[in-house]
T-cell receptor, first 114, second 108 residues
Framework: KAGVTQTPRYLIKTRGQQVTLSCSPISGHRSVSWYQQTPGQGLQFLFEYFSETQRNKGNFPGRFSGRQFSNSRSEMNVSTLELGDSALYLC?????????????FGPGTRLTVL | KNEVEQSPQNLTAQEGEFITINCSYSVGISALHWLQQHPGGGIVSLFMLSSGKKKHGRLIATINIQEKHSSLHITASHPRDSAVYICAVGGSQGNLIFGKGTKLSVKP
């Protein structure tokens, strides 16, 4: 089985722009979670989608949004980018929802905001 | 106080040494995960456990639910074990709450 894929792998944007990141889960997995990793805050949960519905959301501003398609692929969008949004964005897929299930991580998208 | 605390933050070991990384948490959990992150960012799930002990090769993970504590042990450490090890617990809303990670460097 192919692993979790994320595109693009690297991205450079300027303040005020918006960005869309994509995540394709392992075939058959219906849950996709998104995480932000920064040197200062470490890994933080953004949101989880399961069967096209947002199941959980972390403590991030409304500029961060996401969606999931019928084929379980997920996108996250960040509008009005700020310098502090520079981070590694990771997605992880799981066969079912809930933190008691093993999650399989993608390689991440490294976003730099100038 | 962070909900998930790891110690030590940094660890340097000689090849062959026995290594222990600790994780304490203050929230009720459904499961505890140990993750490994290599330079470049990729994360691999090592263990998921809710009780007792699990072993995979040279890696052993234990959890004490009553004491809210887990340990990750690496026996006969090798330079390829050099990575950041992250403890994460399942939060009440189904999300993962992460520790800050332990950076392990194993010298040959």
């Amino acid at each position: 089985k192919a692993g979790v894929t994320q595109t693009p792998r690297y991205l450079i944007k300027t303040r005020g722009q918006q960005v869309t990141l994509s995540c394709s889960p392992i075939s058959g997995h219906r849950s996709v979670s998104w995480y932000q990793q920064t040197p200062g805050q470490g890994l933080q949960f953004l949101f989880e989608y399961f069967s096209e519905t947002q199941r959980n959301k972390g403590n991030f501003p409304g500029r961060f949004s996401g969606r999931q398609f019928s084929n379980s692929r997920s996108e996250m969008n960040v509008s009005t980018l700020e310098l502090g949004d520079s981070a590694l964005y990771l997605c992880a897929s799981s066969s079912v929802t809930g933190s008691y299930n093993e999650q399989f991580f993608g390689p991440g998208t490294r976003l730099t905001v100038l | 106080k962070n909900e998930v605390e790891q110690s030590p933050q940094n660890l340097t070991a000689q090849e062959g040494e026995f290594i222990t990384i600790n994780c304490s948490y203050s929230v009720g959990i459904s499961a505890l995960h140990w993750l490994q992150q290599h330079p470049g960012g990729g994360i691999v799930s090592l263990f998921m456990l809710s009780s007792g002990k699990k072993k995979h090769g040279r890696l052993i993970a234990t959890i004490n639910i009553q004491e809210k504590h887990s340990s990750l042990h690496i026996t006969a450490s090798h330079p390829r074990d050099s990575a950041v090890y992250i403890c994460a617990v399942g939060g009440s809303q189904g999300n993962l709450i992460f520790g800050k990670g332990t950076k392990l460097s194993v010298k040959p």
